[in-house]
């Protein structure tokens, strides 16, 4: 059977080299941002059941997540940079991107206080419920600055059309 199927493709259709997943000319923004859009949030909802429960080793994987959410933000951040150079100079929505920019920057350099400040935690293995709480209302008030950066990015987009290019 196998021998079969082998017998029947078409070989021309394989010599052809593969194509590129991600062209250069790609702005990978747009892919990036989902990242800490999610797992910062998420991050701060797992600590929050986990003092809730009373679980001390949920705090390990959602200060995982958290660290996996920073590392997104840092990128999504240095390609909103890239992203965003051809429409500074524009009138209407270069003030808009500064907008977003100053959000997105808030939430990031917050969010890396909060993963170098629950470090030491980590570190020694100490989840005193009052000492982690105060990091856990800081993942929330971060998140909430996520949340508004991607407001402004999604108003961008869809208000303003920012980086939307046509089929032409």
């Known amino acids: 059977m196998i021998s079969r199927l082998r017998t029947r493709v078409n070989w021309r259709l ?6 590129t997943i991600l062209p250069s000319t790609m702005d990978l923004h747009p892919v990036l941002i989902h990242f800490p859009i999610v797992l910062l949030p998420l991050s701060a909802a797992l600590d929050l059941c986990a003092l809730w429960r009373r679980r001390s080793d949920w705090h390990a994987v959602a200060y995982a997540l958290w660290a996996l959410g920073v590392a997104g933000a840092v990128a999504a951040v240095i390609s909103g940079n ?3 150079a051809e429409y500074w100079q524009e009138p209407l929505v270069g003030p808009l991107i500064a907008r977003h920019e100053d959000w997105a920057t ?3 350099v917050l969010a890396l206080v909060v993963l170098l400040g629950r470090l030491p935690l980590h570190l020694k293995q100490e989840f005193a419920r009052r000492r982690l709480a105060v990091w856990v209302a800081a993942a929330i008030a971060v998140s909430a600055l996520v949340w508004i950066a991607a407001y402004w990015g999604g108003e961008l987009v869809y208000g303003h059309g920012v980086g939307v290019r046509g089929n032409g």
């Open 106 to 108: 808030a939430a990031l």
């Open 14 to 19: 394989c010599a052809h080299p593969t194509p």
């Open 82 to 84: 890239a992203a965003a």
